[in-house]
């Protein structure tokens, strides 16, 4: 909130004065944006009309005698009507191969196992006019998402379209991440970097994949439109 020439955050533990802000927020930089709009401080309409909807990415690993078989990263050809490039193999700095992710829906903004439920997600969610438009549209392809999410076998010939040799037994459980996708009121899953600059704050609203890769370059151009925006000098 604003207050006498500052920008104040107020969390649950203490309180930040600065005069600028940068709202690096991931799942929660929506509500941040909004937030701060409700709160006296500017914040365009786009800002506003987007919203983060949760998907979580679930992952296996490839058994590490297995793992020869991938001697670098495979990708499948990447559909130009999603942001999701599909279940693909990926080689770590560690050494193990991960094969995935999937896409699915989740149930709260923090959802990284099916049994993760919050209620205010759901709602939020669920009375979004973007959400309606995108489940839609693409509810044939949520439904084929889910199906793998709940079927390793499922899951296992989708990666065998990449790599005919992989099988179910060379597949051990792995981790999974929570992308947090803006979706326009209109139902357009946003595939590009969404960085607004409104009054004395930054948003950063929509960070895809390539994100960590292009994370440097992200972070150079954030601090370029702080400088310009904020007149900041060396």
Request: aromatic share 6%; net charge positive; glycine share 8%.
């Given at each position: 909130m604003p207050r006498d020439g500052e920008l104040?955050?107020?969390?649950?533990?203490?309180?930040?004065?600065?005069?600028?802000?940068?709202n690096c927020g991931g799942l929660f930089s929506d509500r941040i944006?909004?937030?701060?709009?409700?709160?006296?401080?500017?914040?365009?309409?786009?800002?506003i009309?987007?919203?983060?909807?949760?998907?979580?990415?679930?992952y296996y690993k490839v058994a590490p005698e297995?793992?020869?078989?991938?001697?670098?990263?495979?990708?499948?050809?990447?559909?130009p009507r999603f942001p999701f490039l599909g279940v693909h193999f990926t080689r770590s700095i560690h050494g193990y191969v991960e094969a995935g992710p999937n896409a699915v829906l989740a149930f709260a903004r923090e959802g990284y196992r099916w049994t993760d439920i919050n209620l205010r997600d759901l709602k939020e969610?669920?009375?979004f006019s973007g959400f309606h438009a995108v489940a839609k549209k693409y509810w044939k392809?949520?439904?084929?998402?889910?199906?793998?999410?709940?079927?390793?076998?499922?899951?296992?010939?989708?990666?065998?379209?990449?790599?005919?040799?992989i099988?179910?037994?060379?597949?051990?459980?792995?981790?999974?991440g929570v992308r947090a996708q803006a979706v326009a009121s209109d139902g357009t899953l946003l595939d590009d970097f969404v960085i607004k600059q409104?009054?004395?704050?930054?948003?950063?609203l929509n960070a895809p994949s390539p994100g960590a890769t292009a994370s440097l370059a992200i972070g150079e151009r954030i601090v370029a439109t702080a400088a310009q925006a904020f007149s900041l000098h060396d």
């Open positions: 104040i955050v107020q969390t649950n533990r203490e309180e930040f004065r600065s005069r600028h802000l940068i944006a909004r937030m701060m709009s409700a709160r006296g401080a500017s914040a365009s309409d786009d800002l009309n987007l919203q983060i909807v949760p998907f979580r990415g679930e297995r793992g020869s078989l991938i001697k670098g990263l495979i990708y499948p050809v990447p559909d969610m669920l009375s392809m949520g439904l084929e998402e889910n199906y793998r999410s709940l079927s390793k076998r499922a899951f296992t010939r989708a990666l065998q379209r990449l790599l005919p040799a099988t179910i037994d060379d597949l051990t459980p792995g981790g999974s409104t009054g004395r704050a930054i948003h950063v």
